[in-house]
């Protein structure tokens, strides 16, 4: 018992019980997936699955709906939680319930905050109602949030998944703001440079580290979008990737080999979001050449 447990054997033997729940709760269920993905209902290897995905022709819209969500709804949130991080930073009075407030969102489910919406946005909901008593609509001709084309869907999901996502964001960047020191910005004012100049080329630079976190994280969770979708506007209208795979889980049941086609859905998905978080850290410098990590 001693030869296996010194100096050397210990660091593996704490880290075993966590290797044990990674293997069965994660990397044995993604196999699985991924074998699947490669199989008929009978268990017999074949690419049809991949073949009947890429013939799919919501497919490529599902796609591109993804990527531009993602795109926009990232570029946005990050902004805007910058700037909300910045200014709760800021030492003044009213900070906390400026804090409190923005991070109301995070404190609601998901189903819940997607049912919120669906409420306030059917003709008669509590956001029509509003602007009837503003006196923007009438009760005879309320607007119509839920039935506009794709542009004005994706519109509509971009600013209420921001809602929800900002303060996650902020959260993160502001845990960066709060580390930096003082001397940093001080020394930029004391050499002239405005407030604007400060933050951009002296604050944000300091902070990349938390910022390639936060995006990435976001990327990650905007890929994953689909439950708000589903409540708002049903399968179909605006079909995303993982609401394809629900809808092939769900809605497909009859059909042989579904739960093949959403595992066929899920490795796709996988690849995309890794594709997409490596590029995004190549770009951002995060992972360089070796010669770069060497200087």
Same mark, same amino acid.
């Given at each position: 018992? $001693?030869?296996?447990?010194?100096?050397?054997?210990?660091?593996?033997?704490?880290?075993?019980?966590?290797?044990?729940?990674?293997?069965?709760?994660?990397?044995?269920?993604?196999?699985?997936?991924?074998?699947?993905?490669?199989?008929?209902?009978?268990?017999?290897?074949?690419? +049809?699955?991949?073949?009947?995905?890429?013939?799919?022709?919501?497919?490529?819209? #599902?796609?591109?709906?993804?990527?531009?969500?993602? #795109?926009?709804?990232?570029?946005?949130?990050?902004? @805007?939680? !910058?700037?909300?991080?910045?200014?709760?930073?800021?030492?003044?009075?009213?900070?906390?319930?400026?804090?409190?407030?923005?991070?109301?969102?995070?404190?609601?489910?998901?189903?819940?905050?997607?049912?919120?919406?669906?409420?306030?946005?059917?003709?008669?909901?509590?956001?029509?109602?509003? !602007?009837? *008593?503003?006196?923007?609509?009438?009760?005879?001709?309320?607007?119509?949030?839920?039935?506009?084309?794709? /542009?004005?869907?994706?519109?509509?999901?971009?600013? @209420?998944?921001?809602?929800?996502?900002?303060?996650?964001?902020?959260?993160?960047?502001?845990?960066?703001?709060?580390?930096?020191?003082?001397? #940093?910005?001080? +020394?930029?004012?004391?050499?002239? #440079?405005?407030?604007?100049?400060?933050?951009?080329?002296?604050?944000?630079?300091?902070?990349?580290?938390?910022?390639?976190? +936060?995006?990435?994280?976001?990327?990650?969770?905007?890929?994953?979008?689909?439950?708000?979708?589903?409540?708002?506007?049903?399968?179909?209208?605006?079909?995303? @990737?993982?609401?394809?795979?629900?809808? /092939?889980?769900?809605?497909?049941?009859?059909?042989?080999? *579904?739960?093949?086609?959403? &595992?066929?859905?899920?490795?796709?998905?996988?690849?995309?979001?890794?594709?997409?978080?490596?590029?995004? @850290?190549? &770009?951002? $410098?995060?992972?360089?050449?070796?010669?770069?990590?060497?200087?």
């Amino acid at each position: 018992m $001693g030869k296996i447990v010194n100096k050397k054997t210990m660091p593996y033997l704490l880290l075993l019980p966590t290797f044990l729940y990674f293997a069965a709760f994660w990397l044995i269920p993604v196999i699985q997936c991924v074998r699947m993905s490669f199989q008929t209902p009978e268990g017999v290897y074949t690419l +049809a699955n991949y073949k009947l995905l890429y013939n799919d022709s919501v497919f490529p819209l #599902a796609f591109w709906n993804t990527i531009i969500f993602v #795109a926009i709804s990232v570029s946005i949130e990050f902004v @805007l939680a !910058l700037f909300l991080a910045i200014l709760v930073n800021k030492k003044f009075r009213g900070v906390g319930i400026l804090l409190f407030l923005a991070m109301l969102p995070m404190v609601i489910p998901g189903i819940a905050s997607a049912a919120m919406w669906k409420t306030g946005f059917i003709d008669y909901g509590w956001v029509n109602s509003l !602007l009837y *008593h503003l006196g923007i609509c009438t009760s005879e001709f309320p607007l119509s949030w839920l039935s506009g084309g794709r /542009w004005s869907m994706l519109l509509l999901i971009i600013v @209420l998944d921001a809602w929800g996502s900002i303060p996650s964001i902020m959260i993160i960047l502001l845990a960066g703001l709060q580390g930096l020191p003082e001397e #940093a910005k001080e +020394a930029g004012y004391t050499f002239g #440079a405005k407030k604007n100049t400060v933050i951009w080329k002296i604050v944000v630079p300091m902070i990349k580290p938390t910022i390639v976190t +936060a995006v990435i994280l976001r990327i990650i969770s905007a890929i994953q979008i689909w439950m708000l979708i589903l409540i708002l506007f049903n399968y179909g209208r605006l079909p995303v @990737l993982l609401s394809r795979i629900c809808y /092939w889980s769900e809605k497909m049941i009859g059909f042989k080999n *579904h739960q093949q086609v959403a &595992a066929t859905y899920t490795v796709v998905l996988a690849v995309i979001i890794t594709i997409i978080a490596v590029g995004y @850290l190549y &770009a951002s $410098g995060a992972i360089g050449s070796k010669k770069e990590n060497q200087l």
